[in-house]
């Protein structure tokens, strides 16, 4: 099926002072995300016996991938969000000029580069590694079919990325890299639900759009139901009252959330990234 023709709306060339401009590049870097990545890698960190400077140093490496991440995805969406009217975009509503952002971009990455090896070739090699996912998606897989892939690879290094920082350079043990992987997963197909038709209006075909709002809402909900049973039933000894507590809680935010198949739904999401945070730092360093 031809995508349908949109008019592109006029951009506003509106003279940008100093301050708009961090503020306008502050909304264009995908906040809530690149917050909610951050502290993930925070609280695994604290859980794995990091300490406070390793914490630091590799939520500091990961936050800038993330804004490196979210400026490139606005960069590379520019001509789609101008004709779809995306209004909520700093960067297609003009108020911050492309330049500025691509400028942004290549300098977040190339500070991600030295915080990322702080913690160790290995360790900073495999971060960069999920950084680059990200970069194709944006630049490449949001179209194909495997537009999901570079989410559940990302997601799926963070844990190796913070525990080959740690002594003896270990590995995460599978279930917690299986959780985040799915969790990354599901994130993808939760939130590009909402965008679905501008998507298919202006030519992104990535899996969610081909397989529609329907079936690509409740995959995403098994996804991130999946990623909450490998965390709780994928360590070894009985499973605490905690961890029940935590599908429970998953199960009805899926609930609560899935019938909106919008914005509701990602940050119910979000929600449950929390909870499996929290449930890791009550585990404590022997995840590691």
Same mark, same amino acid.
């Given at each position: 099926?031809?995508?349908?023709?949109?008019?592109?709306?006029?951009?506003?060339?509106?003279?940008?002072?100093?301050?708009?401009?961090?503020?306008?590049?502050?909304?264009?870097?995908?906040?809530?995300?690149?917050?909610?990545?951050?502290?993930?890698?925070?609280? /695994? %960190? *604290?859980?794995?016996?990091?300490?406070? @400077?390793? #914490? !630091? $140093?590799?939520? +500091? &490496?990961?936050? =800038?991938?993330?804004?490196?991440?979210?400026?490139?995805?606005?960069?590379?969406?520019?001509?789609?969000?101008?004709?779809?009217?995306?209004?909520?975009?700093? /960067? %297609? *509503?003009?108020?911050?000029?492309?330049? @500025?952002? #691509? !400028? $942004?971009?290549? +300098? &977040?990455?190339? =500070?991600?580069?030295?915080?990322?090896?702080?913690?160790?070739?290995?360790?900073?090699?495999?971060?960069?590694?999920?950084?680059?996912?990200?970069?194709?998606?944006?630049?490449?897989?949001?179209?194909?079919?495997?537009?999901?892939?570079?989410?559940?690879? +990302?997601?799926?290094? =963070?844990?190796?990325?913070?525990?080959?920082?740690?002594?003896?350079?270990?590995?995460?043990?599978?279930?917690?890299?299986?959780?985040?992987?799915?969790?990354?997963?599901?994130?993808?197909?939760?939130?590009?639900?909402?965008?679905?038709?501008?998507?298919? +209006?202006?030519?992104?075909?990535?899996?969610?759009?081909?397989?529609?709002?329907?079936?690509?809402?409740?995959?995403?909900?098994?996804?991130?139901?999946?990623?909450?049973?490998?965390?709780?039933?994928?360590?070894?000894?009985?499973?605490?009252?905690?961890?029940?507590?935590?599908?429970?809680?998953?199960?009805?935010?899926?609930?609560?959330?899935?019938?909106?198949?919008?914005?509701?739904?990602?940050?119910?999401?979000?929600?449950?990234?929390?909870?499996?945070?929290?449930?890791?730092?009550?585990?404590?360093?022997?995840?590691?």
């Amino acid at each position: 099926m031809p995508a349908t023709r949109v008019t592109a709306p006029p951009v506003e060339t509106a003279a940008r002072s100093g301050p708009r401009t961090v503020a306008a590049l502050a909304a264009a870097c995908h906040p809530l995300p690149a917050a909610a990545v951050t502290l993930f890698t925070a609280g /695994l %960190a *604290a859980a794995c016996g990091r300490g406070a @400077a390793g #914490s !630091a $140093a590799s939520a +500091a &490496a990961v936050a =800038l991938g993330q804004l490196s991440v979210g400026w490139s995805n606005d960069r590379a969406d520019l001509r789609r969000d101008r004709v779809t009217g995306r209004r909520d975009k700093p /960067l %297609a *509503a003009g108020a911050v000029a492309p330049a @500025a952002v #691509s !400028a $942004a971009a290549i +300098a &977040a990455l190339a =500070l991600c580069v030295p915080l990322s090896l702080a913690s160790g070739w290995l360790a900073g090699a495999v971060h960069l590694c999920a950084v680059a996912a990200a970069w194709a998606y944006n630049l490449w897989l949001k179209s194909t079919l495997a537009s999901w892939l570079p989410y559940a690879l +990302a997601f799926g290094l =963070l844990p190796a990325f913070v525990t080959l920082g740690l002594p003896g350079r270990p590995w995460p043990p599978l279930w917690l890299a299986a959780a985040a992987a799915l969790l990354g997963a599901g994130a993808h197909f939760a939130n590009v639900l909402p965008d679905i038709a501008d998507d298919l +209006a202006t030519g992104v075909t990535g899996l969610p759009q081909r397989l529609g709002g329907r079936r690509s809402a409740a995959l995403a909900a098994l996804l991130v139901l999946g990623s909450a049973v490998a965390l709780v039933l994928g360590p070894p000894g009985p499973v605490a009252p905690h961890g029940w507590g935590l599908l429970a809680l998953t199960a009805a935010v899926l609930l609560a959330t899935g019938r909106a198949r919008g914005r509701a739904f990602f940050l119910g999401t979000l929600a449950v990234a929390a909870a499996d945070v929290t449930l890791l730092l009550a585990r404590g360093a022997g995840i590691a």
